[in-house]
């Protein structure tokens, strides 16, 4: 079946084929891909769309000598299979060997482990500097696209490869005419003008930084991406080679469905549907998208602010058109988005920027200083906060507690139950005088009633009075808390205090202190790391007293595609480890 990739066993091997005999490896790789895909998922129209390119890549470069480096890495899977790592793709009980992105520990031919957007440019100009500085020659190639031209990162490096690099850097703009969404702001105009013309239109945002430009209008052309890649291969000078391809290319419902198609779930290849069954039951996305367009109709005053990411709260095309002038994309531009909300919270508008939390790291210097030292009342909702959420090294979310909360004027508020989290967002969006971060709960939906009003700050609320220990259960290990406590009465013989602390940012000193008078112990859960989060917090409160506390959570540490349960059971925070610890501590 992979009668040509079988030829492969290292990047030197495409060089063996005939230039007639690549359109039929391409073929393979799709259908590698598929493989893989149909059965794990993972990022689908950006591998589709570059398969030509890399193969071509591969034909005409020398990798590892010359230096591949891929923006997002979301694209690099056949650059995986041309260098040396097609047993991911072919071989079903290899899948888990390789990564969704580029890696070092992989291979030799990966320079970095990336899986965020608008590095590549900046990360390859090190890598020339460098070679220049050390006197020696090859190629440094930066492969960019789906979007990720919007983001400053990406301008920045643009600025300085133009003006300050005088040897060997070639930039690959994958434009596909697509971000994970469609494309947003005036760099992508250009494109468009440079597509309609062929590359020669006067107005080039490239050579207005100074670069110089080629473009390839059949960019899924492997001949003609050849004969480009040998033209600009040793060259002198910094240049852009601007490639037009077409994302999802060789599976017409991803050619069709750009955005549906960007990442996949498991599926089947012939109705395009998923085959993993979620169930019917609510969920904190559609919810959150329901809530937004209710606010919208209500509130003409509320605004919707989003850095490339409007599926992360649910919003589909037809609702993002639906909200019309009270939403804005920004592109993957997070900071953008951060410090515009600003603005708009300034003029009277009611700003939500919606993004997943891996991504909004990015914006630290924003939320400190162009919002919290400004009191602006911007709200930011944030997804995949859980540690049981995305799992690849370079997405996790368990670091965003530990990352702002002890940045001054700034609340995080972590919602337990469904109403919580409506009225959480009711009341955010509403008031005036606080920066807020709210985190979308990574569990499973569940209700109870809930307080509408959070503007006594740090309070934290008491769910169940009990004796001898009392369990703070943080957010979407709130229900973690329940299991835990029924498990200290059944086992133990007591009912310990259940607290739902609410706020993630600030503590309730007034009911920490009222703890000491029946309980000795304090356990907190905690869906983050420890270090710097919310329970050393509570930790460092009682510290000089003779209550003892026990803080659960993560460890600080880069984690990478683990098993949520296996990781529980690794970190002793399974109820019947943490009962046998309680028991000891008592």
């Known amino acids: 079946m992979y009668e040509f990739i079988e030829r492969i066993n290292e990047a030197a091997d495409v060089k063996k084929f005939k230039v007639e005999e690549l359109d039929l490896l391409a073929e393979e790789i799709r259908e590698a891909l598929f493989n893989r895909l149909t059965k794990i998922g993972g ?22 000598v010359d230096q591949f480096v891929f923006d997002v890495s979301h694209q690099s899977y056949p650059h995986k299979i041309l260098t040396g790592r097609k047993a991911g793709y072919i071989y079903d ?28 440019i900046s990360l390859a100009s090190g890598l020339a500097k460098a070679r220049d500085l050390k006197g020696e020659k090859r190629n440094v190639i930066a492969v960019i696209g789906d979007g990720s031209l919007s983001g400053g990162e990406a301008m920045e490096a643009l600025n300085v490869a133009g003006s300050e690099l005088n040897s060997n850097f070639i930039i690959l703009v994958n434009d596909n005419e697509m971000a994970i969404a469609e494309n947003h702001g005036g760099i992508y105009r250009n494109l468009a003008e440079l597509r309609k013309t062929d ?64 990442w996949c779930m498991p599926f089947d290849r012939e109705t395009g549907l998923p085959t993993v069954d979620f169930g019917d039951g609510e969920d904190y996305t559609s919810m959150t998208a329901k809530y937004i367009m209710d606010k919208a109709k209500k509130d003409k005053d509320f605004l919707v602010i989003t850095p490339a990411m409007p599926m992360t709260g649910g919003l589909s095309e037809d609702l993002r058109k639906e909200l019309g002038s ?57 997804n995949y906060t859980s540690f049981a959420g995305l799992t690849d090294v370079t997405h996790l979310g368990i670091f965003g507690i530990s990352a702002f909360s002890n940045i001054p004027n700034l609340q995080i508020l972590a919602p ?29 939906v569940t209700d109870r009633e809930a307080d ?9 609320k008491v769910e169940q009075q009990g004796e001898k220990v009392a369990i703070l259960a943080l957010g979407d290990f709130y229900q973690m808390g329940e299991s835990l406590a029924a498990a200290v009465k059944e086992k133990l013989g007591f009912e310990p205090t259940l607290i739902n602390p609410r706020f ?20 907190t859960l905690e869906d983050g790391i420890l270090d710097g989060g919310f329970g050393q917090k509570i930790d460092a ?44 501590l008592l």
């Open 452 to 460: 509408r009003d959070y503007s006594n700050i740090g309070r934290f």
């Open 43 to 64: 990022h689908f129209g950006p591998n589709f769309g570059m398969v030509e390119a890399e193969i071509a890549m591969h034909y005409v470069f020398h990798s590892p």
């Open 326 to 382: 009270q939403y804005i994309d920004v592109g993957i531009a997070e900071e953008q988005a951060v410090a515009m909300a600003s603005g708009a919270a300034r003029n009277g508008a009611k700003p939500l920027v919606i993004t997943n939390t891996t991504f909004i790291q990015r914006t630290y210097d924003q939320i400190s200083q162009d919002v919290c030292i400004n009191g602006s009342a911007v709200t930011i909702l944030l």
């Open 416 to 444: 337990s139950s469904k109403s919580e989290y409506l009225n959480m967002l009711d009341w955010a969006l509403d008031q005036n005088e606080h920066p807020v971060i709210i985190l979308i709960p990574g569990n499973a």
């Open 199 to 262: 590359g020669k239109a006067e107005n080039n945002i490239f050579r207005a930084f100074g670069l110089d430009y080629m473009y390839v209008e059949k960019g899924n052309d492997i001949p003609a991406l050849i004969e480009a890649f040998n033209r600009v291969k040793d060259i002198d000078h910094p240049i852009v080679v601007h490639i037009h391809t077409t994302k999802g290319l060789g599976y017409q419902p991803a050619v069709e469905h750009k955005e549906a198609w960007h």
């Open 93 to 120: 009980d290899h899948f888990f060997e390789d990564s969704g992105y580029t890696n070092p520990g992989e291979s030799e031919h990966d320079l970095f482990n990336v899986g965020h957007t608008s590095t590549s």
């Open 541 to 584: 409160y009682y510290s000089t007293s003779d209550v003892k506390v026990k803080n659960y959570g993560l460890e600080k540490k880069f984690y990478d595609r683990y098993d949520p349960a296996k990781l529980l059971e690794e970190l002793g925070m399974t109820n019947e480890a943490m009962v046998d610890d309680i028991r000891e």
């Open 504 to 523: 993630a940012s600030t503590i309730d000193t007034e009911l920490l202190e009222q703890l000491k008078e029946k309980h000795s112990l304090i356990v």
